[in-house]
């Protein structure tokens, strides 16, 4: 809304105040990332997670505007500025420290990055992959970009896990957290 705050104040050559309706957001605003989410883990004997497998495929388009893509959000490429161009990576394999920030890895898995674990988890064998793709809609983070899909995702999987090695699932989450993250009883 401050983009289109900014661009009607310049059409009018004084502030302007903008204040819609939850039905305008919706119809006007930018979208959450629609996604498919394929979780599979291995469980031995004992009701142990051995290794957890994440892939997940992302609509997107657009984003949050910045000083340099105005087209990234419904307004600026009404007002005819260009959408950032989709241009998806090959698969790397992950290099420096964990970084979580869309939360596409488990709060269970121990986030290794070569022999180094950097997550709150301790699943130590992990897969995590997310293929993104072009949305026909204009796409935005609600809140923080994909962490309440993926988030979702994981503790409904979750709570299927827990239910399958006939565990409580909050002794069973706690479980699987790391020392440091575990709070003192």
Request: some cysteine; hydrophobic content about 40%; proline content about 6%.
């Given at each position: ?21 939850r039905k305008d957001e919706n119809a ?18 004992n009701g142990t997670i051995v290794a ?79 293929h993104t793709v072009l949305s026909p ?49």
């Amino acid at each position: 809304m401050s983009f289109d705050a900014a661009l009607l104040s310049q059409a009018v050559g004084r502030p302007v105040r903008i204040q819609l309706s939850r039905k305008d957001e919706n119809a006007w605003e930018n979208y959450g990332s629609a996604c498919v989410i394929d979780q599979r883990v291995g469980v031995d004997a004992n009701g142990t997670i051995v290794a957890w497998d994440y892939e997940a495929w992302v609509a997107s388009r657009g984003g949050r505007p910045g000083y340099d893509q105005p087209g990234n959000v419904v307004t600026g490429m009404l007002a005819g500025f260009q959408t950032a161009p989709f241009t998806p990576r090959a698969a790397a394999e992950p290099a420096g420290e964990f970084r979580n920030g869309s939360n596409a890895a488990s709060s269970y898995m121990s986030g290794r990055i070569a022999n180094k674990a950097g997550g709150a988890g301790t699943v130590a064998s992990e897969r995590v992959l997310t293929h993104t793709v072009l949305s026909p809609f204009f796409t935005g983070p609600l809140r923080s970009p994909l962490r309440l899909q993926n988030t979702f995702a994981h503790e409904c999987f979750f709570d299927e896990i827990a239910a399958h090695v006939r565990v409580d699932p909050v002794a069973y989450r706690l479980s699987l957290l790391g020392p440091s993250t575990k709070q003192p009883a």
